[in-house]
């Protein structure tokens, strides 16, 4: 089945650092990837998406392009901020042949901005 | 506003005390879905419905029931709860074949 890998985190970063998290998929057909955040003592909102291969999704300095080829979704942002510290999910859906609507996450990154 | 509603968003029970966890979205989602969420184990998806009277289990759905009467809500039922139902729940609906989902803002159960 479908199913997302990301970097184990905690990752913790000094304020400005450059931040990557890495996340890959395994799936058939042509998914839509998307990476979501969840601050302390909150749900899980969307940080940004991609529907197709080589689009690039970006949102509040966060950038991630869907790669085929390698089948990769890698979250990047240039300078972080402490206001970033966060959990980051990558996830994707509708990946199998035939149009599974299922949500698929990855396990997870915690982000830990020091000032 | 399009949101995501569960209730409570805080509940303390004993053991064996059969419980409702609601969840109402105002999208007109066909899929909803539960999960829970643990320390080092990041989302576990309990049950997944694609649409009204259509629902499955997700990889964690021992102890937990669902139903789909109407397409807006989902609740999740606990018919007899144990200490290792402790945890923080999150509903979420999304719509079309790929779009993106929409998250409640939990519902932390503690089961004593």
């Known amino acids: 089945g479908d199913s997302v890998t990301q970097m184990e985190g905690p990752v913790t970063l000094s304020e400005e650092a450059f931040l990557t998290i890495n996340c890959t998929y395994t799936?058939?057909?042509?998914?839509?990837l998307f990476w979501y955040v969840q601050y302390p003592g909150e749900g899980l909102q969307l940080l940004l998406k991609?529907?197709?291969?080589?689009d690039k999704g970006s949102n509040k300095g966060f950038e991630a392009t869907y790669r085929k080829e390698t089948t990769s979704f890698h979250l990047e942002k240039g300078s972080v901020q402490v206001s970033d510290s966060a959990v980051y999910f990558c996830?994707?859906?509708?990946?199998?042949?035939?149009?599974?609507?299922?949500?698929?996450f990855g396990k997870g990154t915690k982000l830990t901005v020091n000032p | 506003e399009a949101q995501v509603t569960q209730n409570p968003r805080y509940l303390i029970t004993v053991t064996g005390k059969k419980l409702t966890v609601t969840c109402s979205q105002n999208?007109?989602?066909?899929?909803m879905s539960w999960y829970r969420q643990d320390p080092g184990l990041g989302l576990r998806q309990i049950y997944y419905?694609?649409?009204?009277?259509?629902?499955d289990k997700g990889d964690v759905p021992e102890g937990y029931k669902v139903s789909r009467k109407e397409k807006r809500n989902f609740p999740l039922i606990l018919e007899s709860p144990s200490p290792n139902q402790t945890s923080l729940y999150f509903c979420?609906?999304?719509?079309?074949?790929?779009?993106?989902?929409?998250f409640g803002q939990g519902t932390r159960l503690t089961v004593v």
């Open positions: 979420a609906s999304a719509g079309y074949f790929n779009a993106e989902a929409f």
């Open positions: 999208m007109n989602h066909e899929y």
């Open positions: 996830a994707l859906r509708g990946g199998t042949q035939g149009g599974s609507e299922k949500l698929v």
């Open positions: 991609a529907t197709k291969a080589d």
């Open positions: 419905s694609m649409n009204v009277e259509v629902t």
């Open positions: 799936a058939t057909g042509y998914p839509s």
